[in-house]
């Protein structure tokens, strides 16, 4: 079969050359279009429930949300594992599920136990379950910084960063921190209220059926048609103040007359400070599971360069973690070791091979090689981040033994005076034939080391598992070139010599190597010992 590979592909030597040079294409658009993240996901399918109870106690919290919560998850299929945090009005509970499950099934799971149970939690408990992210899902962190007020800073991030960065593609969620979130305060005064013979729960009462727009019906004007409605709508501390509680006998008592009208903010259970120098407001943008890294951080970039505009005056945002740097200096490592380890296999083909076209023939397996990964990588779903890409350097120089090989057994050949009978594409064609065996024997004997990494489970797999892969990939395109490309350009870019010429390097080293066998040969006894 391998036989008939080589004799195919030298049959038609210019489909191949055109074939390398789509796949060629296609490997450097599937390479641009590669998520790229600093590392590999390598956490489960998880759903977070986060719920807020207003004054309770952690033991509060844990008795009276998360125990009936718990007791309703549990048996869930495919559930890995449950654990809770019960923190003072906070309660965080978190569901993993098996490697493998559809992240949006478990979630409708979730959804449907959790309101099961949603009628026997405390009225003033809100929330839900979190975005779908992952714990290294933090993309983009910045504060908000000038000379306006915490509760100001807090305002424009609420109202106008946070939507405008939620509509970025691949964005969960965008989290505000710090600062005051504005409200307006109704302090009812005792002595007021007893003298008009109202209660708290009166007062609460008229603001919840004021503050609120109604339809009055249509009002036809010839053949037009006016919609009436009723505006009452709480917009400001004035709207509210103005709300009326009780009107009777030609008089009206409005909350100002039995209240303390103010703004105010709800209760902070933290804060965020900077460089130890005060408080600050932050935002975290948090990425949706899956979504490419790289991408996400662009989109968000732009997103900012567009509000900077519409900022007040002398508001500024300060970014103090970028992922993409992350992803640069991991990525580029990687990328400099590939490059290095590639100047240093094709100047060791120079010195060894001592045939510039020859060495340059053995080099470009490098570079497609590495592009038919891309190109299976991108069909597969794995992304471009330090483990794959670092297994990719450390096959580097594995990638060029078929091609080593083969070309060496051409040059060897056609500078053979014994084979001048022989025609070029029948000399070419016989040399890769017999080496063909034992190339591939070589290279699959290599991917079989690395199959067992394949089989790991959990972290492990999932953070050594790219390696992996992206190993055996390059490995199995390498080997498919050896017999397809590599003798093609062989036949196009090698010639006849008259003899056939050792490189410099090898001149040195044949002869001292010989005298060292024939040594180690006279004393088999002290070579077997010394092994």
Known sequence: MLRRLVEQALAFRLAVIGIALALAGWGGWSFANLPIDAFPDISSTQVKIILKAPGMTPEEVESRVITPIEMEMLGIPDQANLRSVAKYAIADITIDFKDGTDIYWARSQIAERLSNVSGDLPVTVEGGMAPISTPLSDMYMFTVEGPQSLAEKRRVLDWMLRPALRAVPGVADVNALGGFVETFEVRPDNAALSAAGLSVEDLRSAIESSNRNDGAGRLKVGEE??????????RSLEDLSSVVVRAAGGSVLRVSDVANVRTGALTRYGAVTKNGKGEAVQGLVIGLRGADASKVVSGVRARLDEIKTSLPKGMAIDVFYDRSDLIGRAVGTVESALLEATVLVVILLLLFLGDVRAAIIVALALPMAALLTFIVMGSIGLTANLMSLGGLAI???????????????????LSDPKHRYQSKLQAVFVSAAEVATPVASGMLIIALVFLPLLTLEGLEGKLFGPVALTIILSLMSALLLSLTLIPVLAYFG??????????WLMRQI???YHSLLEKAFANRRLVSALR
């Open 494 to 503: 090698l010639k006849r010599a008259e003899g056939h010429h050792e490189p």
């Open 395 to 413: 096959a580097v120089g594995i990638l060029v033994d078929g091609a080593v090989v083969v070309v060496e057994n051409v040059v060897e050949r």
């Open 225 to 234: 048609s006016l919609i009436v409605r009723a505006v009452g709508a709480v």
């Open 510 to 512: 044949g002869p001292r």
